[in-house]
Protein backbone atom coordinates (compact mmCIF):
# COMPACT_ATOMS: atom_id res chain seq x y z
CA UNK A 1 0.00 0.00 0.00
CA UNK A 2 1.18 3.79 -0.44
CA UNK A 3 -1.19 5.62 1.63
CA UNK A 4 -0.43 4.12 5.00
CA UNK A 5 3.66 5.17 4.28
CA UNK A 6 1.86 9.06 3.26
CA UNK A 7 3.27 10.65 6.56
CA UNK A 8 3.48 13.75 4.57
CA UNK A 9 3.35 15.87 1.17
CA UNK A 10 6.99 14.94 0.50
CA UNK A 11 5.88 11.26 0.25
CA UNK A 12 3.51 12.16 -2.43
CA UNK A 13 6.28 14.12 -4.80
CA UNK A 14 8.39 10.42 -4.43
CA UNK A 15 5.89 8.73 -6.73
CA UNK A 16 5.04 8.67 -10.09
CA UNK A 17 1.83 9.05 -11.96
CA UNK A 18 1.36 5.31 -12.06
CA UNK A 19 1.66 5.19 -8.42
CA UNK A 20 -0.21 8.87 -7.59
CA UNK A 21 -3.07 6.71 -9.35
CA UNK A 22 -2.84 3.73 -7.21
CA UNK A 23 -2.38 5.86 -4.66
CA UNK A 24 -6.06 7.22 -5.92
CA UNK A 25 -7.83 3.47 -5.14
CA UNK A 26 -6.53 3.41 -1.75
CA UNK A 27 -7.37 6.63 -0.99
CA UNK A 28 -11.24 6.13 -2.14
CA UNK A 29 -11.48 2.56 -0.28
CA UNK A 30 -10.91 4.22 3.13
CA UNK A 31 -12.71 7.05 2.41
CA UNK A 32 -15.98 4.53 1.88
CA UNK A 33 -14.28 1.75 4.67
CA UNK A 34 -14.23 4.86 7.06
CA UNK A 35 -17.37 6.66 6.45
CA UNK A 36 -19.37 3.05 5.97
CA UNK A 37 -18.74 2.85 9.81
CA UNK A 38 -18.62 6.61 11.39
CA UNK A 39 -20.91 8.94 8.33
CA UNK A 40 -19.58 11.58 7.03
CA UNK A 41 -19.46 13.58 3.35
CA UNK A 42 -18.68 10.39 1.00
CA UNK A 43 -19.64 12.20 -2.57
CA UNK A 44 -17.36 15.64 -1.65
CA UNK A 45 -14.52 14.04 -0.90
CA UNK A 46 -14.51 10.92 -3.61
CA UNK A 47 -14.90 13.66 -6.74
CA UNK A 48 -11.64 15.54 -5.17
CA UNK A 49 -9.19 12.55 -4.28
CA UNK A 50 -7.35 13.25 -7.49
CA UNK A 51 -7.65 16.81 -6.96
CA UNK A 52 -6.11 16.40 -3.82
CA UNK A 53 -3.03 14.21 -4.44
CA UNK A 54 -2.04 16.82 -7.43
CA UNK A 55 -2.65 19.62 -5.34
CA UNK A 56 0.12 18.59 -3.29
CA UNK A 57 2.18 17.06 -5.78
CA UNK A 58 2.79 19.98 -7.27
CA UNK A 59 2.41 22.59 -4.35
CA UNK A 60 4.81 22.85 -1.26
CA UNK A 61 2.46 22.74 1.64
CA UNK A 62 2.47 24.60 4.20
CA UNK A 63 4.52 27.07 2.98
CA UNK A 64 2.28 27.33 -0.01
CA UNK A 65 -1.24 27.40 2.13
CA UNK A 66 -4.36 25.58 1.25
CA UNK A 67 -7.63 26.82 2.03
CA UNK A 68 -10.53 24.77 1.81
CA UNK A 69 -14.11 26.08 1.41
CA UNK A 70 -16.63 24.64 3.78
CA UNK A 71 -13.84 21.49 4.12
CA UNK A 72 -16.53 18.69 3.09
CA UNK A 73 -13.78 17.86 0.63
CA UNK A 74 -10.91 17.90 3.23
CA UNK A 75 -10.66 14.39 3.75
CA UNK A 76 -8.13 13.77 1.22
CA UNK A 77 -6.13 16.46 2.25
CA UNK A 78 -6.04 15.05 5.56
CA UNK A 79 -4.27 12.00 4.65
CA UNK A 80 -1.74 13.43 2.87
CA UNK A 81 -0.89 15.37 5.69
CA UNK A 82 -0.10 12.81 8.09
CA UNK A 83 -3.04 11.94 9.22
CA UNK A 84 -3.69 9.29 6.83
CA UNK A 85 -4.15 6.45 10.43
CA UNK A 86 -7.25 8.59 11.28
CA UNK A 87 -8.68 6.83 7.83
CA UNK A 88 -7.27 3.48 7.57
CA UNK A 89 -7.07 2.22 11.62
CA UNK A 90 -10.53 1.95 13.29
CA UNK A 91 -9.26 2.95 16.26
CA UNK A 92 -7.61 6.30 15.30
CA UNK A 93 -11.38 6.95 13.27
CA UNK A 94 -12.15 9.38 15.92
CA UNK A 95 -8.74 11.47 16.04
CA UNK A 96 -9.82 14.49 13.48
CA UNK A 97 -12.65 16.00 12.56
CA UNK A 98 -14.12 16.15 9.24
CA UNK A 99 -13.36 19.58 8.85
CA UNK A 100 -10.13 21.48 8.46
CA UNK A 101 -8.79 22.24 11.75
CA UNK A 102 -5.69 24.10 12.72
CA UNK A 103 -5.15 22.00 16.18
CA UNK A 104 -4.75 19.13 13.90
CA UNK A 105 -2.13 20.21 11.07
CA UNK A 106 0.31 22.78 10.03
CA UNK A 107 -1.30 22.30 6.68
CA UNK A 108 -4.33 23.36 8.20
CA UNK A 109 -5.06 27.28 8.45
CA UNK A 110 -8.34 27.74 9.39
CA UNK A 111 -11.09 26.21 11.05
CA UNK A 112 -13.59 25.71 8.43
CA UNK A 113 -17.65 24.51 8.43
CA UNK A 114 -19.68 27.35 6.92
CA UNK A 115 -19.31 27.68 3.05
CA UNK A 116 -18.64 30.64 1.11
CA UNK A 117 -15.55 31.68 2.90
CA UNK A 118 -12.35 30.22 1.34
CA UNK A 119 -11.65 33.05 -1.17
CA UNK A 120 -11.72 35.78 1.81
CA UNK A 121 -10.17 33.22 4.17
CA UNK A 122 -7.28 32.79 1.15
CA UNK A 123 -7.20 36.44 -0.03
CA UNK A 124 -6.06 37.45 3.40
CA UNK A 125 -3.10 35.15 3.64
CA UNK A 126 -2.23 36.19 0.13
CA UNK A 127 -2.83 39.83 1.22
CA UNK A 128 -0.17 39.18 4.39
CA UNK A 129 2.33 37.21 2.49
CA UNK A 130 2.65 40.35 0.21
CA UNK A 131 2.75 42.80 2.89
CA UNK A 132 5.49 41.03 4.90
CA UNK A 133 7.34 40.44 1.47
CA UNK A 134 6.80 36.76 2.42
CA UNK A 135 6.82 34.10 -0.41
CA UNK A 136 4.31 30.78 -1.44
CA UNK A 137 1.59 30.10 -3.43
CA UNK A 138 -1.79 30.55 -1.79
CA UNK A 139 -4.53 28.48 -3.01
CA UNK A 140 -8.25 28.52 -2.39
CA UNK A 141 -10.23 25.27 -3.36
CA UNK A 142 -13.91 26.38 -3.16
CA UNK A 143 -17.06 23.50 -4.93
CA UNK A 144 -20.46 21.76 -4.14
CA UNK A 145 -22.25 25.15 -4.96
CA UNK A 146 -20.23 27.30 -2.51
CA UNK A 147 -19.48 29.90 -5.72
CA UNK A 148 -23.44 30.73 -4.89
CA UNK A 149 -22.92 32.38 -1.32
CA UNK A 150 -22.57 36.16 -1.27
CA UNK A 151 -19.46 36.18 0.57
CA UNK A 152 -17.40 34.16 -2.10
CA UNK A 153 -18.56 36.75 -4.77
CA UNK A 154 -17.37 39.55 -2.26
CA UNK A 155 -14.11 37.68 -1.98
CA UNK A 156 -13.50 37.33 -5.80
CA UNK A 157 -14.42 40.35 -6.79
CA UNK A 158 -11.98 42.14 -4.57
CA UNK A 159 -9.47 39.56 -5.39
CA UNK A 160 -9.90 40.53 -9.33
CA UNK A 161 -8.51 43.24 -8.84
CA UNK A 162 -5.18 42.17 -7.15
CA UNK A 163 -1.74 42.01 -9.61
CA UNK A 164 -0.58 39.26 -6.99
CA UNK A 165 -0.50 35.38 -6.50
CA UNK A 166 -3.82 33.83 -6.02
CA UNK A 167 -5.20 30.65 -7.02
CA UNK A 168 -8.56 29.91 -6.91
CA UNK A 169 -9.48 26.21 -7.95
CA UNK A 170 -13.27 25.88 -8.94
CA UNK A 171 -14.09 21.99 -8.17
CA UNK A 172 -17.00 22.00 -10.39
CA UNK A 173 -19.44 18.85 -9.99
CA UNK A 174 -22.16 20.25 -11.41
CA UNK A 175 -23.63 19.73 -7.97
CA UNK A 176 -24.23 22.22 -4.60
CA UNK A 177 -26.11 19.40 -2.15
CA UNK A 178 -28.85 18.68 -4.10
CA UNK A 179 -29.21 20.54 -7.77
CA UNK A 180 -27.38 23.89 -8.08
CA UNK A 181 -29.07 27.11 -8.38
CA UNK A 182 -28.59 30.90 -9.57
CA UNK A 183 -27.58 32.63 -13.14
CA UNK A 184 -23.70 32.07 -12.38
CA UNK A 185 -24.20 28.47 -12.89
CA UNK A 186 -25.69 28.63 -15.92
CA UNK A 187 -21.68 30.53 -16.78
CA UNK A 188 -20.05 27.12 -15.79
CA UNK A 189 -22.02 25.42 -17.77
CA UNK A 190 -21.06 27.24 -20.80
CA UNK A 191 -17.77 26.99 -19.91
CA UNK A 192 -17.95 23.20 -19.57
CA UNK A 193 -19.88 22.80 -23.06
CA UNK A 194 -17.38 24.93 -24.68
CA UNK A 195 -14.32 23.68 -23.06
CA UNK A 196 -13.55 26.75 -20.92
CA UNK A 197 -14.00 28.89 -24.06
CA UNK A 198 -16.94 30.62 -23.96
CA UNK A 199 -17.52 34.25 -23.46
CA UNK A 200 -19.73 34.40 -20.65
CA UNK A 201 -17.08 33.88 -18.19
CA UNK A 202 -17.92 34.85 -14.79
CA UNK A 203 -14.49 34.80 -14.05
CA UNK A 204 -12.58 36.73 -16.40
CA UNK A 205 -15.56 39.61 -15.76
CA UNK A 206 -14.26 39.82 -12.46
CA UNK A 207 -10.69 40.43 -13.30
CA UNK A 208 -8.99 36.57 -13.19
CA UNK A 209 -6.64 35.13 -15.45
CA UNK A 210 -8.79 31.57 -16.36
CA UNK A 211 -7.71 27.56 -16.90
CA UNK A 212 -10.22 25.02 -17.76
CA UNK A 213 -9.79 21.36 -17.33
CA UNK A 214 -12.02 19.08 -18.32
CA UNK A 215 -10.63 15.92 -17.28
CA UNK A 216 -10.93 17.36 -13.45
CA UNK A 217 -10.14 13.66 -11.92
CA UNK A 218 -6.95 12.92 -14.48
CA UNK A 219 -4.05 13.22 -11.95
CA UNK A 220 -1.71 13.42 -14.77
CA UNK A 221 -3.93 16.39 -15.99
CA UNK A 222 -4.23 18.08 -13.01
CA UNK A 223 -0.51 18.21 -12.41
CA UNK A 224 0.22 19.70 -15.56
CA UNK A 225 -2.56 22.43 -15.27
CA UNK A 226 -1.64 23.14 -11.22
CA UNK A 227 2.41 23.79 -12.47
CA UNK A 228 1.11 26.51 -15.13
CA UNK A 229 -0.16 28.14 -12.33
CA UNK A 230 2.22 27.57 -9.86
CA UNK A 231 3.81 31.13 -8.36
CA UNK A 232 1.75 33.20 -10.82
CA UNK A 233 1.80 36.86 -10.69
CA UNK A 234 -2.15 37.62 -10.96
CA UNK A 235 -5.07 36.06 -9.43
CA UNK A 236 -6.16 33.07 -11.78
CA UNK A 237 -8.87 30.71 -11.37
CA UNK A 238 -8.25 26.80 -12.40
CA UNK A 239 -11.62 25.55 -13.19
CA UNK A 240 -11.50 21.72 -13.15
CA UNK A 241 -14.71 19.76 -14.13
CA UNK A 242 -15.17 16.61 -11.74
CA UNK A 243 -17.71 13.90 -10.83
CA UNK A 244 -18.87 14.27 -7.29
CA UNK A 245 -19.04 10.22 -5.72
CA UNK A 246 -16.64 9.14 -8.16
CA UNK A 247 -15.51 5.38 -7.61
CA UNK A 248 -18.65 4.42 -6.03
CA UNK A 249 -21.12 3.19 -8.04
CA UNK A 250 -24.24 4.28 -5.11
CA UNK A 251 -22.80 8.06 -4.92
CA UNK A 252 -22.03 8.45 -8.46
CA UNK A 253 -26.23 7.94 -9.45
CA UNK A 254 -27.24 9.60 -6.48
CA UNK A 255 -25.29 12.78 -5.46
CA UNK A 256 -27.45 14.26 -3.30
CA UNK A 257 -28.11 11.28 -0.92
CA UNK A 258 -24.56 11.14 -0.62
CA UNK A 259 -23.53 14.54 -0.33
CA UNK A 260 -23.67 13.72 3.93
CA UNK A 261 -24.38 10.02 4.65
CA UNK A 262 -25.03 8.00 8.07
CA UNK A 263 -23.13 4.77 8.40
CA UNK A 264 -23.94 2.22 5.41
CA UNK A 265 -23.42 -0.81 4.00
CA UNK A 266 -20.74 0.21 1.52
CA UNK A 267 -21.98 -3.31 -0.25
CA UNK A 268 -25.85 -2.79 -0.81
CA UNK A 269 -25.54 0.98 -0.38
CA UNK A 270 -28.27 1.05 2.64
CA UNK A 271 -28.28 3.92 4.77
CA UNK A 272 -28.74 3.90 8.81
CA UNK A 273 -30.81 6.58 8.98
CA UNK A 274 -31.85 5.71 12.27
CA UNK A 275 -35.29 4.92 12.68
CA UNK A 276 -38.71 6.81 13.86
CA UNK A 277 -40.10 9.96 13.18
CA UNK A 278 -38.64 12.93 12.07
CA UNK A 279 -38.55 16.57 11.91
CA UNK A 280 -37.69 16.55 8.18
CA UNK A 281 -40.38 14.41 6.73
CA UNK A 282 -43.12 16.39 9.64
CA UNK A 283 -41.96 19.69 7.92
CA UNK A 284 -42.30 18.67 4.32
CA UNK A 285 -45.67 16.44 4.89
CA UNK A 286 -46.56 20.29 6.60
CA UNK A 287 -45.28 22.10 4.15
CA UNK A 288 -46.47 20.23 0.77
CA UNK A 289 -50.31 20.44 2.97
CA UNK A 290 -49.75 24.46 3.11
CA UNK A 291 -48.99 24.57 -0.64
CA UNK A 292 -51.14 22.43 -1.91
CA UNK A 293 -53.93 24.52 0.26
CA UNK A 294 -52.87 27.86 -0.23
CA UNK A 295 -51.14 29.59 -3.09
CA UNK A 296 -50.03 32.38 -1.85
CA UNK A 297 -47.45 29.69 0.26
CA UNK A 298 -43.94 30.11 -0.99
CA UNK A 299 -41.29 27.68 0.93
CA UNK A 300 -37.70 29.04 0.37
CA UNK A 301 -34.78 26.97 1.45
CA UNK A 302 -30.76 27.22 0.86
CA UNK A 303 -29.35 24.42 -0.97
CA UNK A 304 -30.01 21.51 2.12
CA UNK A 305 -33.43 20.83 0.90
CA UNK A 306 -33.48 17.51 2.80
CA UNK A 307 -33.83 19.79 5.99
CA UNK A 308 -37.49 20.17 5.57
CA UNK A 309 -37.85 16.61 3.65
CA UNK A 310 -38.09 18.17 0.36
CA UNK A 311 -36.66 15.31 -2.20
CA UNK A 312 -36.83 15.54 -5.36
CA UNK A 313 -39.88 14.30 -6.28
CA UNK A 314 -41.23 17.06 -3.57
CA UNK A 315 -39.63 20.01 -5.29
CA UNK A 316 -40.90 19.41 -8.72
CA UNK A 317 -44.32 18.85 -6.56
CA UNK A 318 -44.32 22.29 -5.10
CA UNK A 319 -42.97 23.71 -8.18
CA UNK A 320 -42.77 27.64 -8.06
CA UNK A 321 -44.23 27.64 -4.92
CA UNK A 322 -40.51 26.05 -3.82
CA UNK A 323 -37.64 28.09 -3.87
CA UNK A 324 -34.06 27.44 -3.62
CA UNK A 325 -31.83 30.33 -2.97
CA UNK A 326 -28.52 27.98 -3.65
CA UNK A 327 -26.52 28.70 -0.44
CA UNK A 328 -27.50 31.98 0.41
CA UNK A 329 -28.70 32.70 3.68
CA UNK A 330 -28.86 36.07 3.55
CA UNK A 331 -30.84 36.37 0.74
CA UNK A 332 -32.59 34.25 1.69
CA UNK A 333 -34.29 36.41 4.31
CA UNK A 334 -34.78 39.82 2.50
CA UNK A 335 -35.99 37.35 -0.37
CA UNK A 336 -38.97 36.33 2.38
CA UNK A 337 -39.25 40.02 3.55
CA UNK A 338 -39.84 41.44 -0.07
CA UNK A 339 -42.50 38.07 -0.53
CA UNK A 340 -44.30 39.09 2.44
CA UNK A 341 -44.83 42.81 1.27
CA UNK A 342 -45.79 41.90 -1.64
CA UNK A 343 -48.59 40.04 -0.31
CA UNK A 344 -47.14 36.11 -0.42
CA UNK A 345 -46.92 34.31 2.45
CA UNK A 346 -43.03 33.15 2.83
CA UNK A 347 -41.76 30.41 4.84
CA UNK A 348 -37.95 30.35 5.03
CA UNK A 349 -36.25 27.36 6.57
CA UNK A 350 -32.75 26.46 7.52
CA UNK A 351 -30.66 25.11 10.51
CA UNK A 352 -29.66 27.54 13.25
CA UNK A 353 -26.69 27.22 12.70
CA UNK A 354 -26.63 28.93 8.95
CA UNK A 355 -29.39 31.30 10.33
CA UNK A 356 -26.61 33.02 12.22
CA UNK A 357 -25.15 34.26 8.54
CA UNK A 358 -28.14 36.39 8.40
CA UNK A 359 -28.67 38.62 11.76
CA UNK A 360 -28.47 41.88 9.60
CA UNK A 361 -31.08 40.77 7.03
CA UNK A 362 -33.05 39.79 10.02
CA UNK A 363 -33.02 42.95 11.89
CA UNK A 364 -33.31 45.37 9.23
CA UNK A 365 -34.52 43.59 5.83
CA UNK A 366 -37.37 41.72 8.13
CA UNK A 367 -38.12 42.99 11.24
CA UNK A 368 -37.20 47.16 11.20
CA UNK A 369 -39.64 46.35 8.29
CA UNK A 370 -41.98 44.67 10.36
CA UNK A 371 -42.85 42.18 7.35
CA UNK A 372 -45.18 38.77 8.29
CA UNK A 373 -42.70 36.22 6.93
CA UNK A 374 -42.17 32.68 8.68
CA UNK A 375 -38.78 31.50 9.69
CA UNK A 376 -38.34 27.80 10.72
CA UNK A 377 -35.39 27.18 12.86
CA UNK A 378 -33.83 23.92 12.29
CA UNK A 379 -31.55 21.43 14.07
CA UNK A 380 -31.69 24.07 17.21
CA UNK A 381 -30.33 23.03 20.33
CA UNK A 382 -27.11 20.84 21.74
CA UNK A 383 -28.84 17.82 20.46
CA UNK A 384 -28.62 19.36 16.93
CA UNK A 385 -25.16 19.02 14.94
CA UNK A 386 -21.94 18.83 17.65
CA UNK A 387 -19.29 20.00 16.14
CA UNK A 388 -17.73 23.59 16.39
CA UNK A 389 -18.35 24.34 12.98
CA UNK A 390 -21.93 23.76 13.00
CA UNK A 391 -23.40 24.38 16.79
CA UNK A 392 -26.98 25.60 17.03
CA UNK A 393 -26.94 26.68 20.55
CA UNK A 394 -26.67 30.69 19.61
CA UNK A 395 -30.65 31.48 18.42
CA UNK A 396 -32.19 32.10 21.14
CA UNK A 397 -30.05 35.03 22.62
CA UNK A 398 -29.14 36.03 18.97
CA UNK A 399 -33.08 36.20 17.54
CA UNK A 400 -35.19 36.71 21.14
CA UNK A 401 -33.46 40.27 21.18
CA UNK A 402 -34.70 41.58 17.83
CA UNK A 403 -37.22 43.94 18.05
CA UNK A 404 -40.72 42.73 16.45
CA UNK A 405 -39.41 38.82 16.14
CA UNK A 406 -41.59 36.37 17.63
CA UNK A 407 -39.82 33.48 18.48
CA UNK A 408 -41.77 30.36 19.45
CA UNK A 409 -40.74 27.45 20.78
CA UNK A 410 -43.37 24.09 20.23
CA UNK A 411 -43.13 21.75 22.60
CA UNK A 412 -44.38 18.79 20.55
CA UNK A 413 -45.73 18.52 16.93
CA UNK A 414 -49.33 19.43 17.79
CA UNK A 415 -48.22 22.25 19.34
CA UNK A 416 -45.61 23.12 16.32
CA UNK A 417 -48.70 22.53 13.68
CA UNK A 418 -50.98 25.06 15.21
CA UNK A 419 -48.11 27.57 15.78
CA UNK A 420 -47.16 27.39 12.10
CA UNK A 421 -50.85 27.97 11.01
CA UNK A 422 -50.79 31.01 12.77
CA UNK A 423 -47.81 32.16 11.83
CA UNK A 424 -48.27 31.94 8.10
CA UNK A 425 -51.55 33.18 8.24
CA UNK A 426 -51.24 36.48 10.29
CA UNK A 427 -50.13 39.74 9.06
CA UNK A 428 -49.06 41.59 12.07
CA UNK A 429 -45.61 40.30 13.31
CA UNK A 430 -42.49 38.16 11.54
CA UNK A 431 -42.44 35.01 13.29
CA UNK A 432 -39.75 32.56 13.86
CA UNK A 433 -40.71 29.15 15.43
CA UNK A 434 -37.58 26.67 16.43
CA UNK A 435 -37.93 23.22 15.22
CA UNK A 436 -37.29 20.79 17.92
CA UNK A 437 -34.79 17.69 17.14
CA UNK A 438 -36.20 15.04 19.25
CA UNK A 439 -40.02 14.44 18.32
CA UNK A 440 -42.81 14.50 20.95
CA UNK A 441 -46.73 14.04 21.12
CA UNK A 442 -49.11 15.41 23.34
CA UNK A 443 -52.28 14.64 23.82
CA UNK A 444 -53.16 18.55 24.87
CA UNK A 445 -55.83 20.91 23.38
CA UNK A 446 -53.28 24.07 22.05
CA UNK A 447 -54.37 27.25 21.35
CA UNK A 448 -54.26 28.09 18.01
CA UNK A 449 -54.30 31.76 17.81
CA UNK A 450 -50.71 33.41 19.70
CA UNK A 451 -51.24 37.13 19.16
CA UNK A 452 -51.49 38.16 22.50
CA UNK A 453 -47.59 38.12 22.14
CA UNK A 454 -45.75 36.24 25.47
CA UNK A 455 -48.70 35.08 27.34
CA UNK A 456 -46.89 31.94 29.11
CA UNK A 457 -49.40 28.78 29.76
CA UNK A 458 -49.87 27.55 33.25
CA UNK A 459 -49.74 23.46 32.56
CA UNK A 460 -50.01 22.12 36.40
CA UNK A 461 -50.56 24.60 39.43
CA UNK A 462 -48.16 23.06 42.24
CA UNK A 463 -46.60 25.31 45.39
CA UNK A 464 -43.21 26.46 46.25
CA UNK A 465 -41.21 25.51 43.14
CA UNK A 466 -42.30 27.09 39.55
CA UNK A 467 -40.90 24.86 36.45
CA UNK A 468 -40.57 26.34 33.36
CA UNK A 469 -39.40 24.54 30.21
CA UNK A 470 -38.95 26.33 27.04
CA UNK A 471 -39.75 24.03 23.68
CA UNK A 472 -38.51 20.81 23.96
CA UNK A 473 -36.84 21.77 27.36
CA UNK A 474 -40.57 21.39 28.92
CA UNK A 475 -40.37 17.46 28.69
CA UNK A 476 -36.74 18.14 30.57
CA UNK A 477 -38.73 19.91 33.29
CA UNK A 478 -41.87 17.50 33.33
CA UNK A 479 -38.85 15.07 34.45
CA UNK A 480 -37.75 17.51 37.23
CA UNK A 481 -40.92 17.78 38.53
CA UNK A 482 -41.42 13.82 38.40
CA UNK A 483 -37.94 13.89 40.66
CA UNK A 484 -38.87 16.47 42.89
CA UNK A 485 -42.64 14.41 43.21
CA UNK A 486 -40.92 11.48 44.35
CA UNK A 487 -39.68 13.49 47.16
CA UNK A 488 -42.96 15.07 48.05
CA UNK A 489 -43.03 18.10 46.32
CA UNK A 490 -45.64 19.38 43.85
CA UNK A 491 -44.23 21.43 41.50
CA UNK A 492 -46.11 24.28 38.98
CA UNK A 493 -45.03 24.03 35.40
CA UNK A 494 -44.90 26.11 33.11
CA UNK A 495 -44.89 25.89 28.91
CA UNK A 496 -43.74 29.58 28.28
CA UNK A 497 -43.84 29.24 24.31
CA UNK A 498 -42.65 31.88 23.88
CA UNK A 499 -38.51 33.14 24.07
CA UNK A 500 -38.75 36.75 22.79
CA UNK A 501 -40.76 37.99 25.99
CA UNK A 502 -41.56 37.00 29.10
CA UNK A 503 -45.43 36.88 31.01
CA UNK A 504 -44.31 39.44 33.64
CA UNK A 505 -47.97 39.04 35.21
CA UNK A 506 -47.75 35.49 35.58
CA UNK A 507 -44.49 35.25 36.75
CA UNK A 508 -45.48 38.26 39.80
CA UNK A 509 -48.23 36.48 40.51
CA UNK A 510 -46.58 33.14 41.15
CA UNK A 511 -43.76 34.36 42.80
CA UNK A 512 -46.27 35.39 45.68
CA UNK A 513 -46.43 31.85 46.28
CA UNK A 514 -43.31 30.36 44.90
CA UNK A 515 -39.72 30.35 46.24
CA UNK A 516 -37.79 29.45 43.24
CA UNK A 517 -38.12 29.52 39.62
CA UNK A 518 -35.96 26.80 37.95
CA UNK A 519 -35.65 27.94 33.40
CA UNK A 520 -34.47 25.46 31.16
CA UNK A 521 -33.53 26.18 27.57
CA UNK A 522 -31.68 24.04 25.10
CA UNK A 523 -29.40 26.45 24.48
CA UNK A 524 -26.76 29.65 25.99
CA UNK A 525 -28.14 30.81 28.90
CA UNK A 526 -26.32 33.89 28.23
CA UNK A 527 -29.07 36.83 26.93
CA UNK A 528 -31.37 33.88 26.39
CA UNK A 529 -34.47 33.01 27.73
CA UNK A 530 -34.10 32.45 31.62
CA UNK A 531 -32.24 35.68 32.12
CA UNK A 532 -35.35 37.35 30.66
CA UNK A 533 -37.48 35.81 33.28
CA UNK A 534 -34.55 36.60 36.12
CA UNK A 535 -34.93 40.00 35.01
CA UNK A 536 -38.46 40.02 35.49
CA UNK A 537 -38.64 38.79 39.02
CA UNK A 538 -35.26 40.84 40.17
CA UNK A 539 -37.63 42.61 42.56
CA UNK A 540 -39.40 40.16 44.31
CA UNK A 541 -37.63 37.63 46.86
CA UNK A 542 -38.01 34.47 44.46
CA UNK A 543 -34.64 32.35 43.91
CA UNK A 544 -34.39 31.84 39.77
CA UNK A 545 -32.01 29.16 38.75
CA UNK A 546 -31.20 30.01 35.51
CA UNK A 547 -29.92 26.70 33.66
CA UNK A 548 -29.02 26.17 29.59
CA UNK A 549 -25.94 25.85 28.34
CA UNK A 550 -22.32 27.96 29.02
CA UNK A 551 -21.13 29.42 26.19
CA UNK A 552 -18.48 28.22 24.57
CA UNK A 553 -17.19 26.26 21.49
CA UNK A 554 -18.29 22.73 21.85
CA UNK A 555 -16.78 20.26 20.25
CA UNK A 556 -18.26 16.44 19.62
CA UNK A 557 -19.60 16.66 23.11
CA UNK A 558 -22.74 14.40 23.67
CA UNK A 559 -26.17 15.78 24.35
CA UNK A 560 -25.71 13.80 27.77
CA UNK A 561 -22.46 14.90 28.52
CA UNK A 562 -23.81 18.16 27.72
CA UNK A 563 -26.57 18.35 29.84
CA UNK A 564 -24.38 16.58 32.92
CA UNK A 565 -21.71 19.08 32.58
CA UNK A 566 -23.85 22.33 32.41
CA UNK A 567 -26.32 20.62 35.81
CA UNK A 568 -29.28 20.02 33.22
CA UNK A 569 -29.67 16.09 34.42
CA UNK A 570 -33.10 16.04 36.38
CA UNK A 571 -31.67 14.68 39.44
CA UNK A 572 -29.13 17.45 39.26
CA UNK A 573 -31.55 20.23 39.05
CA UNK A 574 -34.28 18.48 42.00
CA UNK A 575 -31.44 18.02 43.86
CA UNK A 576 -30.13 22.09 43.49
CA UNK A 577 -33.85 22.90 44.21
CA UNK A 578 -33.89 20.76 47.67
CA UNK A 579 -30.42 22.19 48.57
CA UNK A 580 -31.92 25.73 48.41
CA UNK A 581 -35.90 25.22 49.79
CA UNK A 582 -34.48 23.40 53.12
Known sequence: MFLEKIQSPADVKALDVKSLEQLAVEMRAAIIKKLSACGGHVAPNLGFVEGSIALHYVFDSPKDKIVFDVSHQSYCHKMLTGRAQAFLNEAHYGDVT?????????????????????????????????????????????????????????????????????????????????????????????????????????????????????????????????????????PVVVHIHTQKGRGFSFAEHDRETWHWAAPFNPETGEINWGSGESYSEILGLYLMAKIKS????????????????????????????????????????????????????PVYSTHGTFLQRTYDQISQDLCANNNPATLFVTMSGADGMNDTTHLCIFDIPMLSNIPNLVYLCPTCVEE????????????????????????????????????????????????????IGLGDFYHRAVAVALELRRNGLDATLVNPRYASGVDKDMLLELAKTHDVF??????????????????????????????????????????????????????????????IIS
Not at 442 to 464: I, M, P, Q, W
Not at 542 to 554: D, I, M, Q, T, W
Open 518 to 579: VTLENGVVEGGFGQKVATALSETSARVLVRGLSKEFYDKESFTDLCEKNHLMPAQIAKEVFA
Open 98 to 234: GYSEPAESEHDFFMVGHTSTSVSLALGLATARDVLREAGNVIAVIGDGSLSGGEAFEGLDNAGEYATNFIVVVNDNEMSIAENHGGLYKSLADLRKTAGKSENNYFKSLGFDYKYLERGNDIASLIEVFKSVKDATR
Open 416 to 467: FKVMADWAIDQTEHPVAIRIPNAVHHRSDVFEKDYSALNKFKLEHRGERVAL
Open 294 to 345: DPKVIVIHSAVPAGIGFHAARRKEAGKQYIDVGIAEEHAIALASGLAKGGAK
